[in-house]
């Protein structure tokens, strides 16, 4: 009997356990389909922490700047149902996502030490494609049958630093043939931005340079170039005219006395190029040599150095670079010459439309006529006049040629050292 009960209660005790084992795990799976947050509301609710303070931002969550601008916050207000205006009170922090995006988290604490935030996405943009700078010279001279070997080049951006492995090169030169070949390199940074630049690679024969006459230049742009100046008679009316018109022209000057050098200034702050021509103009002074010629260069590249603080490398020769004049100080110094300037780092620009206003154009219809009858939109047109004293054909025209070549839809352009040269066939 004892032994009965003994095993009775045993059992009693194990159906317990096992209803207990039931409604345990039961209660575990009805927590588990159940709505935990609900669960969880229920538990840590309450008005001890109710949220009181919003934070409300002006202006987009998302933003996206070049990544070289500040930041510049658009606003932010916060309140609190009991505290009022906290914004004072709200905190921004930087939260760096990658290089090229981060977060900003603005925060406050409520009325009851909740800690409140609100976000603002801020990505940053790369729209500034590199410089690529060419080893050696734009401009290269080979005479035919020569080999040719590039110097290549290298490409810098100003985020991702250097970006040379980036860089392709398109065209090639055939030294079996005379003409111009232009290589074009085209560098590329992280973001996709592309940057191009150019070289001339002339080949012509030894002995003789052959023309660049614009053809493979930026076709439909009017070069106005003006040589021989600066004069007080000529010089300011075509400023001017070239003011009034808004257009940019290039100055191939002289030597030049104070009052000179105002207009001189005055080209440069007027957005024109200025250029040279030579200190002198003398034929037999300069072509004695490669050295008179340098020195000629130089000392007018100097002193436009101290007058406007630019050093100018874009050139023209007295006479033109296929003047036969030169023959008689020394033979084949046009073409020495154009070697020369070129592998020192100058340029030098002939012309292939020619006012004639510095021959045999009488008037400025004349003027008007030789250069609008000669303008192309197939080629660069480099136009010569002239600024020398008293040119009022010129002056005369210049309003109207400027007017032809806007309503017939060329734009006019300054020459700058990245132009492509247009030049003559030299003859000595
Ligand atoms: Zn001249």
Request: net charge negative; aromatic share 8%; with cysteine.
């Amino acid at each position: 009997m004892e032994q009965e009960n003994k095993s009775k209660k045993g059992l009693i005790i194990f159906i317990l356990i096992i209803v207990a084992v039931i409604i345990g795990v039961a209660t575990a799976l009805l927590l588990a389909k159940g709505d935990v947050k609900k669960l969880e509301s229920v538990f840590t609710g309450g008005e001890a922490v109710k949220v009181t303070a919003k934070i409300e931002l002006v202006g987009d969550q998302e933003i996206t700047i070049p990544y070289q601008e500040e930041f510049q916050e658009s606003g932010f207000t916060a309140t609190d149902e009991k505290l009022g205006d906290i914004t004072e009170s709200v905190e921004v922090v930087k939260e760096e996502i990658n290089e090229n995006e981060y977060n900003l988290i603005y925060k406050v604490t409520d009325s009851n030490k909740n800690v409140v935030e609100a976000k603002r996405h801020v990505i940053l943009t790369d729209e500034i494609p590199p410089v690529i700078t060419l080893n050696g010279n734009k401009n290269v001279y080979v005479n035919t049958g020569t080999e040719y070997v590039d110097e290549g080049a290298t490409a810098v951006d100003e985020k991702n630093g250097d970006v040379s492995g980036s860089i392709v090169v398109e065209g090639s030169v055939d030294t079996s043939k005379t003409g111009l070949y232009i290589l074009t390199y085209k560098a590329t940074d992280n973001s996709g931005n592309e940057a191009v630049n150019e070289r001339y690679v002339a080949v012509s024969e030894a002995g003789k340079v052959i023309a660049q006459d614009g053809t493979q230049g930026k076709k439909g742009v009017i070069y106005l170039t003006f040589d021989d100046g600066p004069t007080q008679s000529s010089t300011p009316q075509i400023l001017d005219i070239l003011d009034k018109k808004g257009v940019k022209a290039t100055f191939f000057i002289l030597n030049f006395d104070e009052a000179g050098a105002e207009l001189v200034k005055r080209e440069h702050e007027s957005g024109h190029t200025v250029a040279i021509h030579g200190y002198s103009h003398t034929y037999s002074a300069i072509y004695q040599s490669v050295d008179t010629y340098m020195n000629n260069i130089t000392k007018l590249q100097d002193k436009i150095m101290e007058t406007i603080g630019v050093n100018a490398t874009i050139t023209r020769f007295p006479g033109g670079s296929s003047n036969t004049i030169s023959r008689h100080y020394c033979t084949k110094i046009m073409t020495t010459l154009a070697y020369e300037m070129v592998a020192r780092g100058y340029t030098y620009f002939d012309w292939n439309v020619d006012s004639d206003d510095a021959g045999s154009a009488k008037s400025s219809d004349d003027v008007y006529k030789n250069v609008t009858s000669h303008l192309s939109k197939d080629k660069a047109n480099v136009v010569l006049m002239h600024d020398f004293a008293n040119n009022t054909k010129t002056i005369g025209a210049l309003e109207r040629i400027i007017d032809y070549g806007l309503e017939n839809g060329y734009t006019f352009e300054v020459i700058t050292p990245d132009t492509q040269m247009v030049t003559h066939t030299t003859n000595n």
